[in-house]
Each structure stands twice: as structure tokens, then as C-alpha cells.
């Protein structure tokens, strides 16, 4: 079978200049969660968000990346959309790529919704054309009613997740990246989103879904990629992982 998505080696820092404070610089060193903490000798702490990621996807795949705050899901979701570049490693991605990852960096706060569904549509590759004949879908599911016409930033977090689930699920994409989608919106727009979901889910060769909420990947997904601190802990069939031990279920 085909590999749709690709990645081996796949480590990314960040680097946090001008950390002045010998007291953060400590908490940031002892911090329990979240990426490995490195300094150097300046005022530089780099936070290894991802350190040697590497699995492949087949057509068909459904993979839940689960792992505590700071195990890196978003990081990865975002070198998988493109939007980072990892330090090191191998990155192929086959398709074309649809990303419900960071909310507030898909929008423009100072444009209305209808004016973000454009650009959003734009950047995901989409023309002119192909994006107004689908602008009354896209606002219809989004329910955001006259609000569609007044500027993002008078729009609950909800509402903007909404807007952005939106296009992000309109297109039909081949690979659907998805980061806690469920968390925003309320329980009427939760059904109607599952139920999108779904139906994507039929035509999306690949969908990457970031959350914490075990029940879905279980419902939803067929493989599983477990992160802590940046590393894979494990990556395979959701079926072989015990969700209540976090652990691979040994025969
Ligand atoms: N822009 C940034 N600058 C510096 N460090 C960052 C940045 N974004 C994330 N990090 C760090 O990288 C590590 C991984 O963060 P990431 O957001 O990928 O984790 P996550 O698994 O998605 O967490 P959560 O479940 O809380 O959403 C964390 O230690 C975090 O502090």
C-alpha cells in the first residue's frame, strides 16, 4: 500500500532568547511536563518539542496522537502542515493537506468571517472560483448566521473554531490534520461536527487527529502515536494499546 505521509528523524527545538530571570530559568529546567528543556551558556533555553519522530501512514489510516500538555501533538501537527520546518529529519507529506491546528494563526482578527473563509480557502490552495461557489456551504455549516459578515474579533473562541472547522472540512482534503477540534463549540455543534467528521472521513485518504479524549481515538482511529516530551513512546494499532494502563497490551 501506498505511503501518504512520511517522517524519520523528525527532531524540532524551539528556542526561547532572553530568559533573564535565574529564578524562571530554574522553574523552566525543573518543569514536569512538556519538552525537554536545554540551556546554553546565554540567556537562550532551547524547549526540544520533538526529538527523533519517526512512522509512516497508508491510504486509510486514522491516526490519534495522544500524550500529556507539552508531549508535542500540536508541534508535530504543525511540521506536518508545513507551517515548521523540523531541524532535523525527513518530512513527505502526498496530498493535498487540510489543517484545523491553530485557530488563531488561520484567521485574520481584523477581516470579517466571510472575508477569512477566502483567505483561509487561498491558502489551502483553493481558486477564487472553487471557494465562492462553496462560500454558502462553508457558511451554512459554520451557523454563524450575520455574524459571518462582521470582523473575526468579535467572535467567541467557539465561534471561531467553528468558522475554521468549516473550510478546514469543506474541500474534501486528502489529509485531514486536526488538533482538538472538539474542544470549542457547544454540544449541538459537537454532533453536527462528528457527523462531518465521518463523512470526511470516507474521502480523506489520511486524517491525523491530536486530542485528549481517548474515547474518540478508539472510535475514530485505527492507529496510534503515543508522545511524551517529544518522543514516541509508541506508534501502531490502537487496538494493541490498553487505554487505562498507557501501556501496549502484552498477550
Ligand atoms: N511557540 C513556542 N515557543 C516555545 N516553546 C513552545 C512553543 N510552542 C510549544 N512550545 C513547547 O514545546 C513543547 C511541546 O508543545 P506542544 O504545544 O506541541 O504540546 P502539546 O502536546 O500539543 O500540548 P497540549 O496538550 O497542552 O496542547 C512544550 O514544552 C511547549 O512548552
Known sequence: MSQVVELRGVTLEYCIYSVKAQSLRT???NVAVGGKMLKNGHDVIHVRALDNVGFSLSEGDRLGIIGHNGAGK????????????????????K????????IGLGLDATLTGRENIIHMARRRGHSTKEILANMESIVEFSEL?????????????GMQ????????????????LLDEW???GDAGFFEKAKGKMNEILEKSRVMILA??????VADVCNKLLVLDG????????VSAWDFNHMKPITS
Do not use: C, Q, W
Open 230 to 237: 517529544g518522543k514516541m513512546e509508541y506508534f501502531g494499532d
Open 211 to 216: 486530542t485528549h479524549n481517548f474515547g474518540l
Open 74 to 93: 500540536t508541534t508535530l501537527l504543525k511540521v506536518l502542515a508545513g507551517i515548521y520546518e523540523p531541524d532535523s529529519g525527513l518530512v513527505s507529506v
Open 27 to 29: 522553574a523552566f529546567l
Open 182 to 184: 472538539i474542544g470549542a
Open 145 to 157: 448566521g450575520p455574524f459571518v459578515d462582521l470582523p473575526v474579533k468579535t467572535y467567541s473562541a
Open 161 to 176: 473554531s467553528r468558522l475554521v472547522f468549516a473550510v478546514a472540512t469543506n474541500f474534501n482534503p486528502d489529509i485531514l
Open 95 to 102: 496530498g493535498r493537506v487540510s489543517s484545523m491546528v491553530d
